[in-house]
């Protein structure tokens, strides 16, 4: 909150005090937002002991089964910005489409099994849609990534029904199973350009994963043998993680094959100890050339605890090493989660089905956890974010008295609002200045004297006008 603290020093001679604290969420904690009617603010708790890196937090929280909130935070847990959607929104993020910072999320509708169908969406700095990005050749893009590349193009997951021979592993002869497709996607054009099925190079016996009553190939239980999460260009490969196989992938982008297994029951690499990982999400590998996993290390209540670990990879020489993890010994994520690494080498930790986050200290210490981010959170990050929304500001105002009126303001996804300005009148064309205040939370509240008309602004750390709202007749 360090521009919050400055802007304080530099419009401490605007700033006046009246009989309301300056900065007031409307209605009390708990209650809804005056300015966004039905939308209550989220109950996160932070708790912060050291230095976070900068920018803020992008998390999803889940309200129910089938519908999620994309929310970027400060560190102190307040939203910045609130997407509310009756459909499953998973994975918000910052990435770069043709040269600019954009905000990109799946949303859609979730699947039993734990799968989805649904498009990536792309926002610009405005938060106005400039692509939606769907998979191609028949199946429906997968709630488990959607990631940008810097060829215009856009890295999905489906999970399309297929018949396949279970009898190995108990099934059926024609069973019903989940293939893995992996597609490349011009996001301009969606011309699919890359499609990739994982049954096609995987043997249903790598799965770890037992048949379950409803979940065994027969028809309406179809079973899912390997369940890729994440995707990522790897140089003149793709470096894939499969939960129920347990096990990381290197596929050769030319031909589709598999040039290596980590983990699993054919892994390529000697696994053991503290390298043993099992169930894992997110593989990354890193610009120093180690890869990262989160380690959600249980299926059952009683294993884990989870971590976020960093691996050393000799390829050529088949070896792994354990450079460092993170893990505070007592967060369980039974399904979901991912490892960040932060520029100032700072490790954000999602930790998925808890509903929790964890910024370590490049040593391993925890520097802030936030809490409470609903039903769990399917990935969280940390990025710089600059947002102005194309919508002005939102006013509402309120009788307060025979003489005043509660005036409340916020301005959905607007970065570096410092403090708010209220300007009132008779006439909407002649305003003056009633109060400036401190922005300290998402919707900021301030009783004024009565007027015809009033026109909220928002300022900057350096008392600059960043938005304006339309005059509201009273």
Same mark, same amino acid.
């Given at each position: 909150?360090?521009?919050?603290?400055?802007?304080?020093?530099?419009?401490?001679?605007?700033?006046?005090?009246?009989?309301?604290?300056?900065?007031?969420?409307? $209605?009390?904690?708990?209650?809804?937002?005056?300015?966004?009617? $039905?939308?209550?603010?989220?109950?996160?708790?932070?708790?912060?002991?050291?230095?976070?890196?900068?920018?803020?937090?992008?998390?999803?929280?889940?309200?129910?089964?089938?519908?999620?909130?994309?929310?970027?935070?400060?560190?102190?847990?307040?939203?910045?910005?609130?997407?509310?959607?009756?459909?499953?929104?998973?994975?918000?993020?910052?990435?770069?489409?043709?040269?600019?910072?954009?905000?990109?999320?799946?949303?859609?509708?979730?699947?039993?099994?734990?799968?989805?169908?649904?498009?990536?969406?792309?926002?610009?700095?405005?938060?106005?849609?400039?692509?939606?990005?769907?998979?191609?050749?028949?199946?429906? &893009?997968?709630?488990?990534?959607?990631?940008?590349?810097?060829?215009?193009?856009?890295?999905?997951?489906?999970?399309?029904?297929?018949?396949?021979?279970?009898?190995?592993?108990?099934?059926?002869?024609?069973?019903?199973?989940?293939?893995?497709?992996?597609?490349?996607?011009?996001?301009?054009?969606?011309?699919?350009?890359?499609?990739?099925?994982?049954?096609?190079?995987?043997?249903?016996?790598?799965?770890?994963?037992?048949?379950?009553?409803? &979940?065994?190939?027969?028809?309406?239980?179809?079973?899912?043998?390997?369940?890729?999460?994440?995707?990522?260009?790897?140089?003149?490969?793709?470096?894939?993680?499969?939960?129920?196989?347990?096990?990381?992938?290197?596929?050769?982008?030319?031909?589709?094959?598999?040039?290596?297994?980590?983990?699993?029951?054919?892994?390529?690499?000697?696994?053991?100890?503290?390298?043993?990982?099992?169930?894992?999400?997110?593989?990354?590998?890193?610009?120093?050339?180690?890869?990262?996993?989160?380690?959600?290390?249980?299926?059952?209540?009683?294993?884990?605890?989870?971590?976020?670990?960093?691996?050393?990879?000799?390829?050529?020489?088949?070896?792994?090493?354990?450079?460092?993890?993170?893990?505070?010994?007592?967060?369980?994520?039974?399904?979901?989660?991912?490892?960040?690494?932060?520029?100032?080498?700072?490790?954000?930790?999602?930790?998925?089905?808890?509903? &929790?986050?964890?910024?370590?200290?490049?040593?391993?210490?925890?520097?802030?956890?936030?809490?409470?981010?609903?039903?769990?959170?399917?990935?969280?990050?940390?990025?710089?974010?600059?947002?102005?929304?194309?919508?002005?500001?939102?006013?509402?105002?309120?009788?307060?008295?025979?003489?005043?009126?509660?005036?409340?303001?916020?301005?959905?996804?607007?970065?570096?609002?410092?403090?708010?300005?209220?300007?009132?009148?008779?006439?909407?064309?002649?305003?003056?200045?009633?109060?400036?205040?401190?922005?300290?939370?998402?919707?900021?509240?301030?009783?004024?004297?009565?007027?015809?008309?009033?026109?909220?602004? &928002?300022?900057?750390?350096?008392?600059?006008?960043?938005?304006?709202?339309?005059?509201?007749?009273?």
């Amino acid at each position: 909150m360090a521009g919050l603290a400055g802007g304080a020093v530099l419009l401490s001679g605007a700033l006046t005090r009246g009989s309301d604290p300056p900065g007031t969420r409307a $209605g009390g904690d708990g209650e809804g937002y005056v300015t966004m009617p $039905g939308v209550r603010p989220p109950e996160l708790k932070a708790r912060r002991s050291g230095r976070t890196a900068p920018g803020l937090l992008l998390l999803t929280a889940f309200r129910g089964t089938d519908a999620a909130d994309a929310m970027i935070v400060d560190d102190e847990g307040e939203p910045v910005w609130i997407h509310r959607s009756d459909r499953l929104v998973t994975d918000v993020r910052v990435q770069t489409f043709e040269g600019e910072p954009v905000l990109t999320y799946w949303e859609g509708v979730r699947r039993p099994g734990g799968y989805g169908y649904g498009a990536g969406v792309v926002l610009d700095r405005n938060y106005e849609r400039v692509a939606e990005v769907r998979a191609g050749n028949g199946v429906e &893009a997968d709630l488990h990534e959607f990631l940008l590349t810097d060829r215009g193009t856009a890295l999905l997951i489906a999970y399309p029904e297929v018949a396949a021979d279970m009898r190995p592993i108990g099934g059926p002869r024609d069973g019903r199973v989940l293939d893995n497709r992996v597609q490349e996607v011009d996001v301009r054009t969606g011309e699919v350009l890359f499609d990739w099925s994982a049954l096609d190079h995987l043997d249903i016996e790598e799965t770890l994963t037992p048949l379950s009553e409803g &979940a065994d190939g027969t028809e309406g239980k179809p079973f899912d043998p390997i369940h890729v999460n994440s995707v990522q260009d790897d140089g003149d490969a793709l470096l894939l993680s499969a939960r129920n196989s347990c096990a990381l992938y290197s596929l050769d982008r030319r031909t589709g094959e598999v040039r290596w297994r980590m983990g699993g029951r054919r892994s390529d690499f000697p696994i053991g100890g503290r390298l043993e990982f099992a169930w894992q999400h997110d593989a990354r590998r890193q610009p120093d050339g180690t890869i990262t996993i989160f380690d959600n290390r249980f299926a059952e209540d009683g294993e884990g605890p989870s971590r976020g670990m960093v691996l050393d990879v000799d390829e050529a020489a088949r070896r792994v090493t354990l450079v460092r993890e993170f893990a505070d010994g007592r967060t369980f994520g039974q399904y979901m989660g991912n490892t960040q690494v932060l520029r100032d080498g700072n490790v954000l930790v999602g930790w998925g089905s808890t509903p &929790a986050l964890t910024e370590f200290a490049g040593d391993g210490r925890p520097v802030l956890e936030i809490t409470g981010i609903g039903q769990g959170s399917y990935r969280a990050y940390r990025s710089p974010w600059t947002g102005r929304p194309a919508a002005g500001p939102a006013v509402v105002a309120e009788p307060a008295g025979d003489d005043r009126m509660r005036v409340h303001v916020s301005w959905n996804g607007a970065t570096g609002v410092a403090a708010w300005r209220f300007l009132t009148g008779s006439d909407a064309s002649r305003l003056a200045v009633a109060e400036t205040v401190r922005r300290t939370r998402f919707e900021t509240s301030a009783t004024v004297r009565r007027a015809r008309y009033v026109v909220a602004e &928002a300022v900057a750390v350096d008392g600059s006008v960043l938005g304006r709202s339309a005059p509201l007749a009273v």
